[in-house]
Structures are given as structure tokens and as C-alpha cells.
């Protein structure tokens, strides 16, 4: 059997296994150790109640001969592709028709499945540090060439930095796609609409697409960041969007999310609208209706009222971690738009020995700059996605190694 090379060329473990398979390791060798764990992502508050009681009626139904529902619609139930229409869309004024919305059951295996949409020889260019979910996947695809001395050869790589503000630069070199995901992760920092606006207008002129991951969106406070790539004037002729409700409503182990790809967006006359409907049909069965129905009750007014609750806990934690570091002396970016803060380590360290050090000196567990690209090298991300006792303790840990 002929094997993928292009899985076997993939570097070590992907970021967040390699971590956790790290602290595992520690926690086997020191079972006392009391470790915070501020590393992956991942949310921890309970689901708001609007979405449990909708949950739980949908479940019901369910089990009854009137309500139970088999396959959902190919790309989601109508009412939620309304629900998140009119909940996250008309209100900043932008347009998307229901047939430019596919319910997924992640944000994540939308970004990794997308690049299906892309020719074998597309050039891609990702800002780098980078979610590693668009390299890897499009590695996978054999897209990127070989790896070496930390870099893919056949990738751009746009750094973003505290020297340039984390505005990543325009690409210099052809490229056909830039994946950009804004609040950012790992820097959590945003860009402007005039920031913003730049790209769309240089993906216009070179018939170039944007794949831009919202997925951090709900942590935005101030009105004038944009929520969505198409408040960009343009950008539905060059931008596909994927939202998810992981962090946004706590689903990370629900599952539901969605990606809005405009009729508008069309190239070489290949409406890819109509192509990512095909491959979504042929290769994805839906999100369970009862799923659906939780998504669904997020965009309640008691919805809406609990997420946001939710939300201002892990914001405040976020203020905790930056707030904290730097009057230590720290320099910490993002955290205020963003789950996440991007620390620089102490006097360049490298980012896989501070993580040794955190572990093993502090019991915290975060993530490597480096492990998020080469630009991310010196570099160290905290999530605030702990209980706020935790990350205060995190917090004072780090600050005392330090
Ligand atoms: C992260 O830690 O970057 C995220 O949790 C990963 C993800 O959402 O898949």
C-alpha cells in the first residue's frame, strides 16, 4: 500500500498533544504536583442554562414518534442558520443569505477540511505565530513542501511581532490563499477595520482568497473591532468565515459551529459556494439535531444574557494574567479582546524550556510560542479559561519563578 507521505513529513506530535503528553509525563513522575493548567484552549464553565433546558426538550423529543428527527439538512436546520443570521450578522449590517451558512461540528475540522477547496499547487501563507490546525492540514495535502530547521519550504510566512504591532505584513510573493483568524490565536491580539481592510482589498486585487477564523469573536468589547470579515466592504468576494460556539457559548464538547461561504465568491467561474456544499454533502452527515437546538437557544435573550456572563469571567481572568505580568515587568499582549495573553519569555528563553520551567518550578502548564511558528519563538501563551482562583494562583507562580 502506497502510504501519504505527506503525514509521515508532519513534525512531532500536534502542539496540544505534545503538551499534554508532556504534563502527563511530569504528573506521573510527581503525582503530588498541584498543577494549573492554563495551556490548551479549552473552556471550563458550565453551559449556560437557556442551552441545557433546550438540550434536555430536545432529547425529549426525541423520544417521542412525533419529534424524533433522523439526518438534519445537509448543512443545518433552517432555524439556526436564522438564529445566527439575525443573531451575529444583521445587527453590524451585514448580508448573508441562508444558503451561504453550513452548520459544522467544529470550527476546527472546518479550517482543516477547506483547503480541499484549493488546487494541489495553491500557494498558502499563513501569519505566523499561527493556529497549527492551517499548516498541518495543508501539509497533509502535500502543499507546503518539505520541513526543515522548523520551517515548511513551499510556505509564507507572515510574522507578526511585538515590532510590528502584530500586523502581519502583505505577502510578497504570489500567494492564492491567507488564512487569518482575528481576535488571534495564539497572540490574542485584533486588527482594525482599516487593518483589515487592507488584506480584502490586496485578496481583491489578486483573486486571492482570504479563509478568516472568527472563532474568538465573542470576546470582542469594543464596537469598532469588527466582528466578521465581511463588515470589510468587498470581502464577501474574497473571504470564506468560520465561527464557532466552542468559545463563544462553551461547546467544546458539544460540538457546533458554522462557516458562511458567499454565492459571491467565485474563481476560475467555480462558485465555491456550490463546491464546499458538494463536499460537505458527500462527506459530512450533519450536527445532531439536539446539538442544533442548543446552538439555537445561544441566541435567546436568556442565551445571549448567560454566555455573555460566562464570557466576562474568562475576560476578567484575562485581565488577572495581564494585569499581573506586567507589573511584574512583563511584556504581555493580547487578553483584553481575547481568551488568551502572549507573554515574551524571560530574557529570550526559548519557549519549550520556559515551558519546562513553568512545569516543573511553577506546577503551570502553558503553550510554546514556537510550537505556533517560528515568529512564535521566544514567545509563551496563557489561556484565561481557568476558574479565577486558579489563574490567580497561576499567575502569583509564574510571577515568583520569575
Ligand atoms: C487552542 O488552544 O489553541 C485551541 O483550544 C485549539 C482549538 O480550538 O482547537
Redesign the pocket.
Known amino acids: 500500500m502506497k502510504i501519504n507521505t505527506n503525514l509521515a513529513k508532519l513534525p512531532a506530535g500536534y502542539l496540544?498533544a505534545e503538551v499534554a503528553k508532556r504534563v502527563k509525563a511530569y504528573s506521573a513522575r510527581h503525582p503530588e504536583a498541584d498543577i494549573l493548567r492554563l495551556?490548551?484552549?479549552?473552556v471550563t464553565r458550565p453551559l449556560a442554562p437557556a442551552v441545557v433546558e433546550a438540550m434536555k426538550r430536545a432529547a425529549d423529543e426525541m423520544g417521542t414518534p412525533q419529534g424524533f428527527h433522523g439526518y438534519s439538512p445537509d448543512f443545518g436546520y433552517d432555524w439556526l442558520i436564522n438564529a445566527i443570521i439575525a443573531g451575529d450578522y444583521a445587527p453590524r449590517g451585514v448580508q448573508i443569505a441562508p444558503d451561504e451558512v453550513f452548520i459544522s461540528d467544529g470550527?476546527?475540522s472546518d479550517v482543516g477540511n477547506l483547503q480541499e477547496l484549493f488546487g494541489p499547487d495553491a500557494k498558502i501563507a499563513v501569519t505566523d505565530p499561527v493556529?497549527p490546525?492551517y499548516v498541518d492540514s495543508n501539509a497533509m495535502a502535500g502543499r507546503l513542501g518539505e520541513y526543515a530547521e522548523g520551517k515548511w519550504t513551499g510556505l509564507t510566512y507572515l510574522p507578526c511581532n511585538a515590532e510590528n504591532g502584530f500586523m502581519p505584513p502583505l505577502p510578497e510573493t504570489r500567494v492564492d490563499v491567507v488564512y487569518l483568524c482575528y481576535p488571534n490565536?495564539?497572540t490574542g491580539t485584533v486588527l482594525t477595520k482599516e487593518q483589515l481592510r487592507v488584506f480584502v482589498d490586496w485578496a481583491l486585487e489578486n483573486e486571492a482568497l482570504i479563509v478568516y477564523d472568527a472563532?474568538y469573536k465573542a470576546f470582542i468589547s469594543d464596537p469598532a473591532v469588527p466582528r466578521s470579515i465581511y463588515e470589510v466592504p468587498g470581502a464577501d468576494k474574497c473571504a470564506i468565515e468560520c465561527c464557532?460556539f466552542?468559545?463563544t457559548a462553551g461547546f467544546?464538547g458539544t460540538r457546533c459551529a458554522y462557516t458562511v461561504v458567499p454565492k459571491a465568491l467565485t474563481y476560475g467561474g467555480v462558485s465555491l459556494n456550490r463546491i464546499w456544499g458538494r463536499r460537505q454533502a458527500t462527506k459530512f452527515n450533519g450536527v445532531s439535531y439536539i446539538t442544533q437546538r442548543a446552538a439555537q437557544a445561544v441566541y435567546s435573550e436568556a442565551g445571549q444574557r448567560q454566555i455573555m456572563e460566562t464570557i466576562e469571567y474568562y475576560r476578567g481572568n484575562a485581565r488577572v494574567i495581564l494585569d499581573g505580568l506586567r507589573q511584574a515587568g512583563i511584556l504581555a499582549f493580547g487578553g483584553v479582546h481575547s481568551p488568551y495573553v502572549w507573554m515574551k519569555t524571560p530574557g529570550d528563553m526559548p519557549s519549550w524550556d520556559f515551558f519546562d520551567l513553568l512545569l516543573t518550578r511553577a506546577h503551570v502548564v502553558g503553550?510554546p510560542g514556537e510550537g505556533f511558528g517560528p515568529a512564535g519563538e521566544g514567545y509563551f501563551r496563557l489561556?484565561a479559561f481557568n476558574t479565577l482562583e486558579n489563574t490567580e494562583a497561576a499567575v502569583e507562580r509564574i510571577i515568583s519563578v520569575l
Open positions: 496540544f495551556g490548551i484552549g479549552d470550527a476546527k493556529y490546525v490565536n495564539p472563532a464557532s466552542s468559545k467544546t503553550t489561556t
